[in-house]
């Protein structure tokens, strides 16, 4: 059955938004989106990946490395000789399951291969697949403390050190981290929290008519995949172009010092933790001003970026007891009133 067109999903803006944004620039540290079941949170991740220009790969190579990249930092590129070729394929979207070993995220020793021919032998695990796609993990905030760990170093580094049943080995590991949840059944560890650069509420639509688009939506889709996926062709594609033509433009986006100013004085205001706000946020406008086709940041890209960029970067104060979102949209409309 083919994937729910991205451009077909009804409502929930921000998580829409800032799922291009990671697509456009994946240094900005992937999206965790919380919210109630049913509200599209998995369908739209996999439909961004639908949607994503297949990337170039080396023939080959359990890593799909960029031909383009150096061959050193891979363990398979490092062996080959002269050229490598290179084909496209589509951009690898992986799902951590919450019941995975260890064995399976960071890979093991090739046991048919060991007992057939005696050779150690390396067999890939999840986080090689999703080197330079996204790794999906739904209910994130339920992944056992082990795991998190493990991703915290690889997130960090954007390298998978194996050192186990005698084999010694790194091979790159940078991807897009996307999780999805429901706040009411755990929250997610601080650490981990942290290493996200974008965090987003979804929430059940209030409103009839929004209720019943979705519902239509849905049903057209289920009773026709192909004819209802034929029907958003051009959305796609115009979506398709937009993100390819924000990548290209991204490095010559810039940031005056006035929307730099605007960031530093946003984070202070709401006492965020370190300078990982500032960056976020900077990063993420850019991303934004890209998608708009914009030259430069303006306090607007600030203003409508902020919430997914801090929300999930407050300390709790027992002497406000609205939520953290509230709090970012107090702070954003007092800082560009008038």
């Given at each position: 059955?083919?994937?729910?067109?991205?451009?077909?999903?009804?409502?929930?803006?921000?998580?829409?938004?800032?799922?291009?944004?990671?697509?456009?620039?994946?240094?900005?540290?992937?999206v965790l989106v919380f919210g109630d079941r049913g509200t599209g949170k998995s369908t739209a991740?996999?439909?961004?990946?639908?949607?994503?220009?297949?990337?170039?790969?080396?023939?080959?190579?359990?890593?799909?490395?960029?031909?383009?990249?150096?061959?050193?930092?891979?363990?398979?590129?490092?062996?080959?000789?002269?050229?490598?070729?290179?084909?496209?394929?589509?951009?690898?979207?992986?799902?951590?399951?919450?019941?995975?070993?260890?064995?399976?995220?960071?890979?093991?020793?090739?046991?048919?291969?060991?007992?057939?021919?005696?050779?150690?032998?390396?067999?890939?695990?999840?986080?090689?697949?999703?080197?330079?796609?996204?790794?999906?993990?739904?209910?994130?905030?339920?992944?056992?403390?082990?795991?998190?760990?493990?991703?915290?170093?690889?997130?960090?580094?954007?390298?998978?050190?194996?050192?186990?049943?005698?084999?010694?080995?790194?091979?790159?590991?940078?991807?897009?981290?996307?999780?999805?949840?429901?706040?009411?059944?755990?929250?997610?560890?601080?650490q981990l929290l942290d290493r996200f650069g974008l965090a987003c509420e979804v929430g059940t639509?209030?409103?009839?008519?929004?209720?019943?688009?979705?519902?239509?939506?849905?049903?057209?889709?289920?009773?026709?995949?192909?004819?209802?996926?034929d029907a958003h062709i051009k959305d796609e594609k115009r979506i398709q172009k937009k993100i390819?033509?924000?990548?290209?433009?991204?490095?010559?986006?810039?940031?005056?010092?006035?929307?730099?100013?605007?960031?530093?004085?946003?984070?202070?205001?709401?006492?965020?933790?370190?300078?990982?706000?500032?960056?976020?946020?900077?990063?993420?406008?850019?991303?934004?001003?890209?998608?708009?086709?914009?030259?430069?940041?303006?306090?607007?890209?600030?203003?409508?970026?902020?919430?997914?960029?801090?929300?999930?970067?407050?300390?709790?104060?027992?002497?406000?007891?609205?939520?953290?979102?509230?709090?970012?949209?107090?702070?954003?409309?007092?800082?560009?009133?008038?």
């Open positions: 059955m083919p994937t729910f067109p991205f451009s077909a999903i009804v409502a929930q803006d921000e998580m829409k938004l800032a799922l291009l944004i990671a697509a456009v620039d994946s240094s900005i540290g992937g991740i996999r439909a961004l990946a639908a949607l994503l220009p297949p990337m170039r790969a080396v023939v080959g190579c359990p890593y799909s490395c960029d031909p383009e990249g150096p061959a050193d930092s891979c363990p398979h590129c490092a062996t080959t000789q002269g050229l490598r070729k290179a084909y496209r394929k589509p951009v690898p979207v992986v799902d951590l399951p919450l019941g995975a070993t260890e064995d399976r995220v960071v890979g093991a020793l090739d046991l048919e291969r060991a007992l057939a021919l005696g050779e150690k032998a390396f067999e890939p695990g999840l986080l090689a697949r999703a080197n330079r796609g996204f790794l999906y993990i739904d209910e994130v905030n339920l992944l056992e403390d082990h795991l998190v760990d493990l991703l915290l170093d690889v997130a960090a580094s954007g390298v998978n050190t194996v050192e186990r049943e005698g084999l010694s080995l790194r091979h790159p590991a940078k991807f897009v981290l996307v999780g999805s949840g429901n706040p009411e059944e755990g929250e997610l560890r601080p639509p209030k409103d009839v008519p929004t209720r019943i688009a979705v519902v239509r939506a849905r049903d057209a889709y289920e009773r026709d995949p192909q004819g209802f996926c390819t033509a924000a990548r290209e433009r991204l490095s010559s986006v810039t940031v005056p010092d006035s929307a730099l100013e605007s960031a530093a004085r946003l984070c202070l205001a709401l006492g965020t933790d370190g300078l990982r706000g500032e960056l976020t946020l900077m990063r993420t406008a850019r991303a934004l001003a890209a998608l708009d086709g914009a030259g430069a940041v303006s306090d607007d890209h600030i203003r409508r970026v902020a919430p997914s960029c801090l929300r999930h970067r407050l300390r709790r104060n027992p002497l406000d007891e609205s939520g953290s979102t509230a709090r970012v949209a107090r702070a954003v409309d007092e800082m560009f009133a008038g």
